[in-house]
């Protein structure tokens, strides 16, 4: 069973470009979240979501982010007109239906914005 | 709100040392509470974790103990090895909202 899976694992952007970072959960899993990591920092929550909805954005930014996670195709997490401030390792995790005591995170997207 | 607040590192101990790395929480409700582990350019692995008051997580030779009247769960090895060198995150769950502590990085000396 393949873990959670997150691509591309490096982005490079120059201030003012779309940067989009893809993340396919685990077999089974319905329940998708988005963490971004600045150096030395922990993780900080950023947004969840199911097949279709926006469950709880409360640590998206207000502007530039958005996130979607289709009925089919992996979940895209985008970033607008980046910024250098944007620079961060973005890590997905996913958990189960109706279980979501566990999360199981993917390698994380390096996003380094010139 | 709910947090999560572990003790800074780098923490460096030789090899068979005894490990302690504290966290402390704060949360309105009954968390479930969690220790993640990450090594260098990867994601966040479970090391360990407990759902109620009293509960002890172990995996690998790590433990830790939920203690709610001192909102603890500090994380504990006996004897650490070079391989555990990594950083540790303490995090804990409230409904579906996980909250991280800012990781505390473990150097362990051959």
């Known amino acids: 069973n393949a873990g959670v899976m997150q691509n591309p694992r490096h982005l490079v952007r120059r201030r003012g470009q779309e940067a989009r970072l893809r993340c396919s959960p685990m077999?089974?899993?319905?329940?998708v979240y988005w963490y971004r990591q600045l150096p030395e920092e922990g993780l900080k929550f950023m947004v969840y979501?199911?097949?279709?909805?926006?469950?709880?954005e409360s640590g998206m930014p207000k502007e530039r982010f958005s996130a979607e996670f289709p009925k089919e195709g992996p979940s895209i997490l985008r970033i607008q007109q980046v910024v250098r401030g944007d620079s961060a390792a973005y890590f997905c995790?996913?958990?189960?239906?109706?279980?979501?005591?566990?999360?199981?995170f993917g390698p994380g997207t390096r996003l380094t914005v010139l | 709100g709910d947090s999560v607040t572990q003790m800074e590192g780098p923490v460096t101990l030789s090899e068979e040392a005894f490990l302690t790395i504290n966290c402390t929480y704060t949360a309105t409700g009954y968390p479930s509470l969690f220790w993640y582990v990450q090594y260098p350019g990867e994601g966040l692995q479970l090391l360990l974790k407990a759902t109620k008051a009293d509960d002890k997580g172990s995996n690998k030779g790590f433990e830790a103990t939920y203690r709610k009247e001192t909102t603890s769960f500090h994380l504990e090895k006996g004897s650490v090895q070079v391989s555990d060198s990594a950083v540790y995150f303490c995090?804990?769950?409230?409904?579906?909202?996980?909250?991280f502590g800012s990781g505390t990085k473990l150097n362990v000396k051959p």
């Open positions: 979501l199911q097949k279709e909805n926006i469950i709880d």
């Open positions: 995090a804990l769950r409230d409904f579906n909202k996980f909250y």
């Open positions: 077999k089974g899993h319905s329940h």
């Open positions: 995790a996913s958990s189960p239906p109706a279980v979501a005591d566990t999360q199981y």
